[in-house]
């Protein structure tokens, strides 16, 4: 946290290094927080510039005293996440049932690829379809709890709404999530 | 405790958030309650496989276009703007080429007598240029002339000359054949150019190769073969 605050004072002084430290340090976290909201690799590799360009903007709106660099950048993620889900929203209707090209192309076939690492990918994929079919509401909350380890305070903050709110809707989620989970591979094990 | 407890629960008690007394509650309906035991147990296999989730990594070009994007470009410094600007006249080929352009330039202007020591400011006029070539044009072209009628005056000379030798020889025996026999056998020919010889004819040839070394001698080094002719 001390260190990402260095990074922002400098990047605040006009260093460029300073941000592609920051830029580094935090894009594997933006990029799968995008690829859990959207389930597709390309859309995540550009709501993450997006993400990114929108910090790079607002950088001098951040207040230390709020809170962590950590917390605010996912704020700023979230929000962003949250609009385009909006303007989205009727395009993903229609291709909801559509695969990533992305994932498909740079996925190799089975055969070539080790069991463990088809199975990681299998895993991977039935919990990218079980959250897709959640709720945004759920869907956030969900990722920002079990896929980036917020706690429940911080994913308050990040939501803008009381940490009762985000408790239930975790909760709910979770069963939700679990029922899904349950189903596909029901039908999967026949 | 109802079912439906237990699934708002189901969270808090997975993660350890309840006190005893509650949590034993809980406990205590899913030892008699299969439909929540397999609602926890869901709860549970989705807690592992999120744990398994492996993040994905972002592609490797995401954050260079992500700084392309914010702050652009990387400005190169002096060093390497410097480097950048002589890489192309670096090149083996380049040099070779300006080193064979200076050397033609330099056998050029030795040819024409161009010395670079005494270049001005004014030889560097293009119209000068252009008055030096046509003014040397013009002499070279007088030259030639001039080269062309002094060979025609040597060649006649020297035909003059060689005329006046060759003739006491031929008119000898002509002249001692009457005092001693018959002049009949003798070839009868026509005028000859011996008997055309007169002392104003001498005179004549004497004058052209006297015209001839003065204007020689007045040309200077340039019609040393005119000279070397004269006899």
Known sequence: MEQDLQLVKRCLAGEDSAWGDLLRTHNRKVYNLCYRFTGRTGEAEDLTQEVFIKIFQTLRTYDADQGAFGTWMSRVARNHLVDHYRRTRKERLTSSLEEDPAVLEETPSSEEQPLAQVESRERREMLQAALDRLSPDMREAVILRDFQDLDYDEIAEVLGVPQGTVKSRINRGRLELAKVIKRMEGVKGG | ?231
């Open chain 2, 1 to 231: 405790m109802t079912h439906l407890e237990i699934e708002n629960l189901a969270s808090d008690y997975l993660e350890g958030q309840l006190n005893v007394l509650r949590q034993a509650e809980v406990e205590r309906h899913l030892a008699a309650c299969p439909d929540c035991r397999d609602l926890m147990a869901g709860v549970r296999r989705l807690f592992e496989l999120c744990q398994a989730a492996e993040p994905l990594e972002p592609p490797p070009w995401l954050v260079p276009k992500i700084l392309r994007a914010t702050v652009g470009e990387r400005k190169p410094g002096l060093g390497e703007r410097l480097i950048a600007w002589f890489r192309p006249v670096l090149q083996i080929r380049v040099v070779y080429g300006v080193a064979m352009a200076v050397f033609s330039l330099s056998m050029i202007a030795n040819v024409a007598g161009i010395n670079l020591r005494h270049v001005k400011a004014e030889d560097l006029n293009p119209k000068n240029w252009i008055y030096q070539a046509n003014r040397n044009g013009h002499l070279m072209l007088g030259r030639a002339e001039k080269y062309y009628y002094d060979l025609k005056v040597v060649y006649e000379i020297e035909s003059r000359l060689r005329q006046l030798r060759a003739q006491p020889t031929d008119e000898a025996p002509r002249r001692q054949a009457p005092a001693g026999g018959s002049t009949e056998g003798a070839p009868v020919s026509g005028p000859s150019l011996a008997s055309n010889w007169t002392p104003g004819n001498a005179f004549q040839v004497n004058e052209a190769a006297w015209n001839l070394r003065a204007f020689s001698a007045r040309d200077g080094g340039g019609h040393r073969s005119v000279r070397s002719t004269i006899p």
